[in-house]
C-alpha cells in the first residue's frame, strides 16, 4: 500500500538524466515537485539519474543545474548522482536473489533476438520465457564457476498491480503483461528500474513526481518496492505537453533548453509562472501568480490527466505582463546584459544619465514581449548608427515636397527655445495647419527619420528622448536622403 503517514516529511525528487539539457516538461516535472514539497513543508531532493555513461555529460550537468536554479527552484538535499551508489544497487539486486525473488539468466543476446523474431513471424506476442528459471541451483553454479555470463531478472509475481495515482486515480496492471525484466546486466551494472527503486528507498522517497512517459515504468518498480520490503511511494503521473496542434512538444513547438528561454530574453518569473499552468489551475480565475501564491495554491486536485497545451503566445504575453509589472530598477541589470549582449551598453547609463535610462525603460516596456525588444527598439536611443527599414521607406518617405516639409519642421523645431513634448507637438501641428496638410503626413516620416522604423512610442515621447540636437540632425540626414534620389517608390 503507497501511503504516508500524517507526522512523515514528504519528500519529493526531481531525478534528470544529464543526456540532454533541461527542456520544458522536464522543468515542468521539477516545478510541480516543488510546489508541492513546499505546500506542504517537505523536501525537495535533486538526483542527477547518470548511469549511462556513454551520453551523460558534465556539461549537461552544469545546464541542468544553470536551469534550474535560474528558475528559482532551490533544492533541499543533492545534487546526489545516482552513478555513486552503484555497489549499493548491485547489493539490492543480490539480495533479491538470494530470497528467490531474482534469478540468473544466462541466454545470449543472439539467442533471445531468435526466439523474439519467431514469435513476430508466427504473429504472437513474445515476452522472456523463463527458460532459466528452471535451472537448478547446481547447474547455476556449475555455468557461473565456468564463467558464463549471465544478467539478473526479477521473478514477476502473479497477480496484478494496483496504485492510486494522484493524477488519475487508481490504476492497475496486469503482471501476466510484464515480462521479468533484468536488474543487473551481464557485466554486473545495475539497470535503470533496480537504480531508481534502491536510490528512492535509501533517500527516503514519499513522492514520485513525473511525467506519464513513465506511467509504463510504475508497475515494475512498485513489485522492486515490495520485494525489497520497504514502503512503497505514492505516484503522480504528470500528463504529456503537447503543441497548439495537438502533437507531443518538439524543438518547433518550443522544446527547447530551459536556458534558451533565458537567451532569447524571458523573465524567470514568467516561465515559472507559466509552466505551473500547464496542466494545473488554482482555480481562482487569474493567471498572473506569483510563486507565493501558486504555492499556497497547489494540490494535485485540480491537476488535469488531460494532455497540456504549450503555447509559445500565451508565454511572450505573459513575459510581457512581467516586463511592464516589475519595478523599473528590476528591469536594469537584465536589460543591460541584453544590451551588452549586443554591444550597445554604455557605462554612464547607470552613471549621470541614469535618470534618462530609466525613462528610456519605462518608454520602451510597454511594447515589450521580450528582453530583446528592449535592445531592439532601443539602439536608436543609444546610437546614431541605424538603418531606415526598407518598408518604411517605402510606405512613408514618398510624395512630392516631402524633403522641403521636413527642413521647414527641423526650421520650426531649431527655433524652440524649450524642447519638450508639449513644444514640439504645438510646433509640428502648428506646421501641418500651416501647409494644410494632416499631422500624420510629418509624423510618420519623422519617427523614420528619428526611428529608422514606421513603428514606435508616440513620437513626442521619441523627441524629448532623442533631444533637440540629435533630433535636428536626424531630420537633417534624412532630407539628404531624399535629395540624393534614393529610391523611395520601389
Given at each position: 500500500?503507497?501511503?504516508?503517514?500524517?507526522?512523515?516529511?514528504?519528500?519529493?525528487?526531481f531525478?534528470p538524466?544529464p543526456?540532454?539539457?533541461?527542456?520544458?516538461g522536464?522543468?515542468?516535472?521539477a516545478?510541480?515537485?516543488w510546489?508541492?514539497?513546499?505546500?506542504?513543508?517537505?523536501k525537495?531532493?535533486?538526483?542527477i539519474?547518470?548511469t549511462?555513461?556513454?551520453?551523460?555529460?558534465?556539461?549537461m550537468?552544469?545546464e541542468?543545474?544553470?536551469?534550474?536554479?535560474?528558475?528559482?527552484?532551490a533544492?533541499?538535499e543533492?545534487?546526489?548522482?545516482q552513478?555513486?551508489?552503484?555497489?549499493?544497487h548491485?547489493?539490492d539486486?543480490?539480495?533479491?536473489?538470494a530470497?528467490?525473488?531474482?534469478?540468473?539468466?544466462?541466454?545470449?543476446p543472439?539467442?533471445l533476438?531468435?526466439?523474439?523474431?519467431k514469435?513476430e513471424?508466427?504473429?504472437?506476442?513474445?515476452?522472456?520465457?523463463?527458460?532459466?528459471?528452471?535451472?537448478?541451483?547446481?547447474e547455476?553454479?556449475?555455468?557461473?564457476?565456468?564463467?558464463?555470463?549471465?544478467?539478473?531478472?526479477?521473478r514477476?509475481?502473479?497477480?496484478?498491480?494496483?496504485?492510486?495515482?494522484?493524477v488519475?486515480?487508481?490504476?492497475?496492471?496486469?503482471?501476466a503483461?510484464?515480462?521479468?525484466?533484468?536488474?543487473?546486466r551481464?557485466?554486473?551494472?545495475?539497470?535503470?528500474?533496480?537504480?531508481?527503486?534502491?536510490?528512492?528507498t535509501?533517500?527516503?522517497?514519499?513522492?514520485?513526481i513525473?511525467?506519464?512517459?513513465?506511467?509504463s515504468?510504475?508497475?515494475?518498480?512498485?513489485?522492486?518496492?515490495?520485494a525489497?520490503?520497504v514502503?512503497?511511494?505514492i505516484?503522480?503521473?504528470?500528463?504529456?505537453?503537447?503543441?497548439?496542434?495537438?502533437?507531443?512538444?518538439?524543438?518547433?513547438?518550443?522544446?527547447?533548453?530551459?536556458?534558451?528561454?533565458?537567451?532569447?530574453?524571458?523573465?524567470?518569473?514568467?516561465?515559472?509562472n507559466?509552466?505551473a499552468?500547464?496542466?494545473w489551475?488554482?482555480g481562482?480565475?487569474?493567471?498572473?501568480?506569483?510563486?507565493?501564491r501558486?504555492?499556497?495554491?497547489?494540490?494535485?486536485?485540480?491537476?488535469?490527466?488531460?494532455?497540456?497545451?504549450?503555447d509559445?503566445?500565451?508565454?511572450?504575453?505573459?513575459?510581457?505582463?512581467?516586463?511592464?509589472?516589475l519595478?523599473?530598477?528590476?528591469?536594469?541589470?537584465?536589460?543591460k546584459?541584453?544590451?551588452?549582449?549586443?554591444?550597445?551598453?554604455q557605462e554612464?547609463?547607470?552613471?549621470?544619465?541614469?535618470?534618462?535610462?530609466?525613462?528610456?525603460?519605462?518608454t520602451?516596456?510597454?511594447?515589450?514581449?521580450?528582453?530583446?525588444?528592449?535592445?531592439?527598439?532601443?539602439?536608436p536611443?543609444?546610437?546614431?548608427?541605424?538603418?531606415?527599414?526598407?518598408?518604411?521607406?517605402?510606405?512613408h518617405?514618398?510624395?512630392?515636397?516631402?524633403?522641403?516639409?521636413?527642413?521647414?519642421?527641423?526650421?520650426?523645431?531649431?527655433?524652440?527655445?524649450?524642447?519638450?513634448?508639449?513644444?514640439?507637438?504645438?510646433?509640428?501641428?502648428?506646421?501641418?495647419?500651416?501647409?494644410?496638410?494632416?499631422?500624420?503626413?510629418?509624423?510618420?516620416?519623422?519617427?523614420?527619420?528619428?526611428?529608422?522604423?514606421?513603428?514606435?512610442?508616440?513620437?513626442?515621447?521619441?523627441?524629448?528622448?532623442?533631444?533637440?540636437?540629435?533630433?535636428?540632425?536626424?531630420?537633417?540626414?534624412?532630407v539628404?536622403?531624399?535629395?540624393?534620389?534614393?529610391?523611395?517608390?520601389?
Amino acid at each position: 500500500m503507497n501511503r504516508v503517514h500524517a507526522m512523515e516529511t514528504i519528500r519529493a525528487r526531481f531525478a534528470p538524466s544529464p543526456t540532454g539539457f533541461l527542456h520544458v516538461g522536464g522543468a515542468r516535472t521539477a516545478l510541480f515537485n516543488w510546489l508541492f514539497v513546499r505546500n506542504r513543508g517537505g523536501k525537495f531532493i535533486l538526483r542527477i539519474e547518470d548511469t549511462d555513461r556513454a551520453r551523460s555529460s558534465q556539461e549537461m550537468v552544469a545546464e541542468i543545474l544553470d536551469g534550474l536554479k535560474w528558475l528559482g527552484l532551490a533544492w533541499d538535499e543533492g545534487p546526489f548522482f545516482q552513478s555513486h551508489r552503484k555497489e549499493e544497487h548491485r547489493a539490492d539486486g543480490l539480495r533479491m536473489e538470494a530470497q528467490g525473488k531474482a534469478y540468473p539468466c544466462f541466454c545470449t543476446p543472439e539467442a533471445l533476438k531468435e526466439r523474439r523474431q519467431k514469435a513476430e513471424r508466427e504473429r504472437r506476442a513474445w515476452r522472456y520465457d523463463r527458460g532459466c528459471l528452471k535451472l537448478s541451483a547446481e547447474e547455476v553454479k556449475r555455468r557461473r564457476e565456468a564463467g558464463e555470463p549471465n544478467c539478473l531478472r526479477f521473478r514477476v509475481p502473479e497477480g496484478s498491480t494496483v496504485f492510486k495515482d494522484l493524477v488519475h486515480g487508481e490504476t492497475k496492471f496486469d503482471n501476466a503483461s510484464i515480462e521479468d525484466f533484468v536488474l543487473l546486466r551481464s557485466d554486473g551494472s545495475p539497470t535503470y528500474q533496480l537504480s531508481v527503486v534502491s536510490d528512492d528507498t535509501f533517500m527516503k522517497i514519499t513522492h514520485v513526481i513525473r511525467g506519464d512517459d513513465h506511467l509504463s515504468n510504475t508497475p515494475k518498480q512498485i513489485l522492486l518496492y515490495q520485494a525489497l520490503g520497504v514502503s512503497v511511494p505514492i505516484f503522480a503521473h504528470l500528463p504529456l505537453i503537447h503543441g497548439a496542434d495537438g502533437k507531443r512538444l518538439s524543438k518547433r513547438h518550443g522544446a527547447i533548453s530551459v536556458t534558451d528561454y533565458r537567451k532569447d530574453g524571458y523573465l524567470p518569473e514568467s516561465l515559472f509562472n507559466f509552466l505551473a499552468l500547464l496542466g494545473w489551475s488554482p482555480g481562482e480565475g487569474k493567471e498572473i501568480l506569483d510563486p507565493e501564491r501558486l504555492t499556497a495554491a497547489f494540490s494535485f486536485e485540480k491537476v488535469s490527466a488531460k494532455s497540456a497545451i504549450f503555447d509559445v503566445r500565451k508565454l511572450e504575453w505573459m513575459n510581457s505582463q512581467y516586463i511592464n509589472r516589475l519595478p523599473i530598477e528590476s528591469l536594469l541589470p537584465v536589460v543591460k546584459e541584453e544590451l551588452i549582449r549586443e554591444g550597445i551598453w554604455q557605462e554612464d547609463l547607470l552613471g549621470e544619465r541614469k535618470p534618462w535610462f530609466l525613462k528610456l525603460i519605462e518608454t520602451l516596456r510597454d511594447r515589450s514581449k521580450l528582453l530583446g525588444d528592449f535592445t531592439r527598439d532601443g539602439r536608436p536611443f543609444l546610437t546614431d548608427q541605424f538603418e531606415y527599414e526598407e518598408k518604411a521607406v517605402r510606405k512613408h518617405l514618398k510624395g512630392e515636397g516631402l524633403a522641403a516639409r521636413m527642413k521647414d519642421l527641423r526650421d520650426r523645431f531649431g527655433q524652440l527655445q524649450t524642447f519638450n513634448q508639449e513644444s514640439v507637438e504645438q510646433a509640428l501641428r502648428g506646421l501641418a495647419e500651416e501647409a494644410e496638410t494632416s499631422a500624420g503626413s510629418l509624423i510618420h516620416p519623422l519617427r523614420v527619420a528619428l526611428l529608422g522604423r514606421s513603428v514606435g512610442p508616440g513620437i513626442f515621447q521619441v523627441t524629448d528622448l532623442v533631444g533637440k540636437e540629435r533630433v535636428l540632425a536626424r531630420i537633417t540626414r534624412l532630407v539628404e536622403f531624399l535629395e540624393s534620389g534614393a529610391d523611395t517608390k520601389s
